[in-house]
């Protein structure tokens, strides 16, 4: 038993802390349960894919102000790739034309 009131007071304080303490275990225990429902996890999964999606399409844009020469260059070099069995097509039809008869 106590022998004086400043012990009763450091046992009060104590016992104040503890209930504060596990009050707040319990809110964070309550928030943790909260934050990894399954429904939560997507949600903030997609918030941050898509916030990534952003932030590369910025960067991507900035690259492409900066450099157009080589980005028409790449744009041009990609669409020849795309192209070329039409293009390749095209030039295995091709009918050898006859020249230009000038009437006199």
């Not at 928030?31 to 990534?52: D, H, Q």
Request: proline share 5%.
């Amino acid at each position: 038993m106590p022998q004086n009131n400043d012990e009763i007071f450091s046992l009060r304080n104590l016992a104040m802390d503890r209930d504060q303490a596990r009050a707040n275990l319990k809110n964070d225990a309550a928030e943790t349960r909260e934050r990894f429902k399954p429904s939560n996890l997507v949600t903030e999964a997609k918030n941050k894919a898509a916030g990534g999606v952003r932030k590369a399409g910025m960067r991507t844009l900035d690259g492409i102000r900066a450099n157009p020469g080589l980005t028409a260059t790449v744009a041009a070099t990609a669409t020849l790739i795309a192209m070329r069995r039409p293009i390749a097509k095209l030039i295995a039809n091709r009918k050898i034309s006859e020249p230009d008869q000038i009437e006199e």
